[in-house]
């Protein structure tokens, strides 16, 4: 069940962000946004306030492949946060010809922007149209058992410079669940700020996917410029997709 | 027949119920006295019904088959077309129903992540529908806090497969579909997209 609502609510979050794609060949990361980065946004439904920071956040993951290959990727996204609960993310995409992919997300306003600095264009997404994605989300995804997934604290301990508690939690996935030979141990051990109420560092292993490590550097805890949360003058702003069964409007 | 005869047969009449036969008939149209007598007696036969009626508290055969003449025309009738027309009217509120929730649960939903091409038989659970995620099997919860993000894509049927997501696709080929990943890159939820999925990107 609470794997249920986090998903739903990690979904309506996500589509709060827009669904615009922006032109292809924005490669990077373990599923390769070949089509386009779609949206950026805090999983959380609750906007934390009264904690700004701006921060650099850093994934580094590595695959190994069946014949023993490595595949080793890192990636590096901007972390605005302002004290009313506004969130501003800039993604680095690693493909030369393309710039960042940004997100903003503003509870307080109501919307949530994708911004796409190559073609200087915006999609607005309303935030109270998440309601009919929460539900088309929790109404149909299929849930495997939570009963196996087992959760063990870790008691606080500093982080790149913060207090957080560490949480690790493990899953097993039987012989023959997915088809597989033997049982899959998966296992993510996230260390959360009690100040920021972010993650700091997550390390995850899943042999299905690999294993990362993502880290949140460079904290700041001053209130970022304003300005990070507007949505720049002359770029083209246009109204993202109210359903998301539709993909996103042409451009 | 003689007025005698008649006042005989008249109060035997009167007494059963029945009707007079020919020759009385003839001699009552010719008798005015006996007529005069007949009413009289029919009216006080009449008469005694009811009072022994009321006593009893039973009517008659012939009341009570009178009474249920009446019931049968003031109400079968009614009660039939009655029913006949809440019927018809469920019969059409299920029908409207039916295709209501065909329309919303089939119609509305076959834009959406169907294929336009055949190139993919989608035979994942939920790709047909709107929101469409179909969640990660086994996937471990996020933590507090935690950023998300989208991205469209192509996958193919074994990356599909090792998500626990099956799809029926030609050899080779992939089908657009948008991966939910959390801060660790890993995915979450998983929308397959229409082939006309990329028709919006270009």
């Known amino acids: 069940m609470k794997r249920f609502a986090t998903l739903s609510t990690v979904g309506l979050c996500a589509f709060l962000l827009g669904a615009q794609a922006p032109p292809r060949g924005e490669g990077h990361g373990g599923f390769e946004p070949r089509l386009g980065m779609m949206s950026m946004g805090p999983g959380s439904r609750t906007p934390v306030t009264g904690a700004p920071y701006s921060a650099i956040q850093t994934t580094e993951s590595q695959q190994t492949l069946t014949d023993g290959n490595q595949i080793t990727r890192q990636e590096q996204s901007k972390v605005y946060r302002d004290s009313q609960g506004r969130v501003r993310m800039e993604h680095a995409i690693k493909s030369a010809e393309s710039s960042p992919v940004i997100a903003i997300f503003d509870p307080v306003a109501g919307f949530a922007h994708v911004l796409h600095p190559s073609t200087m264009t915006a999609v607005k997404t309303p935030i109270h149209a998440h309601n009919e994605f929460r539900n088309g989300v929790s109404a149909r995804t299929k849930q495997s058992p939570a009963s196996d997934v087992q959760t063990e604290d870790l008691g606080t301990q500093t982080i790149n410079g913060f207090a957080a508690t560490g949480t690790r939690t493990t899953r097993t996935i039987p012989a023959g669940a997915i088809g597989n030979q033997q049982a899959i141990q998966i296992v993510r051990e996230a260390w959360v700020s009690i100040d920021l109420k972010v993650p700091v560092m997550i390390k995850s292993s899943d042999p299905r996917f690999g294993s990362t490590v993502m880290q949140l550097t460079n904290i700041v805890r001053t209130e970022p410029d304003a300005a990070l949360f507007q949505v720049p003058a002359n770029y083209a702003v246009t109204n993202g997709p109210s359903r998301m069964n539709r993909p996103g409007p042409r451009q | ?202």
């Open chain 2, 1 to 202: 027949m003689t007025c005698r005869e008649s006042t005989v047969e008249l109060v035997e009449c009167a007494r059963t119920g029945e009707d007079p036969d020919a020759e009385l008939q003839a001699h009552l149209m010719s008798c005015s006295r006996c007529k005069e007598r007949w009413e009289d007696e029919r009216r006080l036969t009449t008469q005694f019904r009811i009072m022994r009626d009321a006593v009893t508290g039973q009517p008659s055969m012939a009341g009570r088959e009178e009474l249920m003449r009446e019931f049968e025309r003031a109400h079968t009738g009614g009660f039939h077309v009655f029913w006949r027309w809440a019927l018809n009217a469920a019969a059409i509120l299920l029908v409207v129903l039916a295709l209501v929730y065909d329309w919303r649960h089939h119609g509305s939903a076959g834009s959406v992540a169907k294929p336009q091409k055949n190139s993919v038989g989608l035979q994942a659970e939920d790709s047909g529908d709107e929101g469409g995620f179909v969640s990660v099997p086994y996937a471990l919860p996020l933590a507090p806090g935690e950023f998300v993000r989208i991205v469209r894509t192509e996958l193919d049927r074994e990356a599909l497969a090792g998500m626990g997501i099956d799809i029926e696709t030609a050899d080779g080929a992939e089908v657009p579909a948008d991966v939910l990943l959390g801060e660790d890159d890993l995915p979450r939820g998983v929308r397959v997209l229409p082939d006309n999925g990329f028709s919006n990107l270009e």
